[in-house]
């Protein structure tokens, strides 16, 4: 009897037993299939919000945007100077149709929106060169110093530069003999920093000089940036004013045909322009991300534009990418190509870009990072 009773007891304690186990892997089954569906819920979400923002952002100009943000641009262009500030830098943000001013994670983010410096981890050092139109070249080197985990530094020097041309006159139409030389140069001093874990703020001082020939113009502008993540899956905004300063004008003298010397020009504004930017991750897994971002530019020389890009990472080593503009007059759809190539004291990317602008041709962009 006494047998009898304990195989009872131990078949009873097998059946709990087997019971427990099946309520366990009932209930994980289950709480797996809820965070599946959370995350799908919020991709749908964000590709949901993304297309909107698109919508709206075409609905806009197309029933008038410029009421909403005056589009004085229109009727100002080529009216500002310094105009080598406003070309683009970096093969990854010129190949996602310059849509760049809320993704600015890399060391790139001197040019594009001060604010990103503090939006990744390792120092980094930038380089790119640009075969600009009709033989000019166009070359960006920065590098950003992170001081601690919510202050980073960095600086920037940006060239634009071509061979001496001959000096041609009326009655000389073929050449006089002499040359002269054509080049651009800025200097940039930067700073960011993390105010809370979701929003930073950046600031970039910069000395410009364009030299032409005998004559110089030089002034001192800043960049002001934000950066904010709205805490919905990956999104995040930024609203970026690039090339604030006061009105610049040329120095230098020239003697007229006449006899009489010129000394005295006219001054013209900065190119500043206001944009504001939103961007998500559609797709983010271990092996796949596609990475949107949309952006809206308002400059005080030209009409307002909208920038669409668009970038698919496989693994983090190797992207595509493209962008295309709206409301632009040459420069409209880009592509490009990166690849990431870590080592065991450094991690190197190499990126490329080509972007179609028209009657003019094309332009080729070239930049490497470096990350240690």
């Not at 930067?190 to 910069?206: C, E, H, P």
């Not at 939103?278 to 308002?298: D, K, M």
């Given at each position: 009897m006494r047998n009898l009773f304990f195989q009872k007891l131990l078949w009873i304690n097998q059946i709990s037993r087997s019971a427990r186990n099946d309520t366990q892997s009932y209930f994980a089954d289950l709480y797996k299939k809820l965070?599946?569906?959370?995350?799908?819920?919020?991709?749908?979400?964000?590709?949901?919000?993304?297309?909107?923002?698109?919508?709206?952002?075409?609905?806009?100009?197309k029933q008038g945007f410029a009421q909403l943000i005056p589009n004085l641009g229109g009727q100002r262009v080529g009216t500002a100077a310094v105009q080598f500030l406003k070309i683009g830098v970096g093969a990854r943000a010129v190949g996602m149709g310059e849509s760049f001013v809320a993704i600015a994670n890399d060391a790139s983010a001197?040019?594009?929106?001060?604010?990103?410096?503090?939006?990744?981890?390792?120092?980094?050092?930038?380089?790119?060169?640009?075969?600009?139109?009709v033989d000019i070249k166009h070359d960006f080197i920065g590098y950003v110093h992170h001081l601690n985990a919510t202050n980073s530094l960095g600086i920037s020097v940006t060239a634009l530069y071509t061979d001496d041309m001959q000096e041609t006159t009326e009655y000389q139409p073929t050449g006089t003999g002499n040359y002269f030389s054509f080049g651009d140069v800025a200097v940039g001093l930067?700073?960011?920093?993390?105010?809370?874990?979701?929003?930073?703020?950046?600031?970039?001082?910069?000395y410009f000089q364009e030299t032409l020939a005998e004559f110089k113009m030089h002034g001192v502008m800043i960049d002001l940036g934000t950066f904010y993540w709205t805490g919905f899956g990956t999104s995040r905004f930024a609203v970026c004013v690039s090339n604030f300063g006061n009105q610049v004008k040329p120095t230098g003298s020239f003697?007229?045909?006449?006899?009489?010397?010129?000394?005295?020009?006219?001054?013209?504004?900065?190119?500043?322009?206001?944009?504001?930017?939103?961007?998500?991750?559609?797709?983010?897994?271990?092996?796949?991300?596609?990475?949107?971002?949309?952006?809206?530019?308002?400059?005080?020389?030209?009409?307002e534009n909208v920038n669409l890009g668009l970038e698919y990472g496989w693994r983090n080593y190797f992207c595509i990418r493209g962008g295309y503009k709206l409301n632009v007059d040459e420069e409209t759809f880009s592509a490009g190509i990166g690849c990431k190539v870590p080592l065991k004291i450094i991690d190197l990317s190499f990126d490329f870009a080509y972007s179609d602008f028209g009657r003019l041709g094309n332009v080729s962009r070239f930049s490497i990072l470096m990350g240690y």
């Open positions: 965070i599946t569906l959370n995350t799908l819920n919020i991709m749908k979400k964000q590709i949901i919000l993304f297309i909107s923002i698109c919508f709206l952002s075409l609905l806009c100009f001197l040019f594009w929106n001060p604010a990103g410096i503090v939006e990744f981890q390792q120092n980094e050092l930038f380089v790119s060169h640009i075969n600009w139109l930067t700073y960011g920093r993390k105010m809370t874990d979701r929003f930073s703020f950046g600031i970039t001082l910069k003697t007229n045909r006449d006899g009489a010397k010129i000394n005295e020009f006219q001054s013209f504004s900065p190119p500043t322009i206001f944009k504001v930017g939103f961007a998500t991750e559609l797709v983010q897994t271990a092996e796949h991300r596609v990475t949107t971002a949309i952006q809206l530019n308002h400059p005080n020389d030209n009409a």
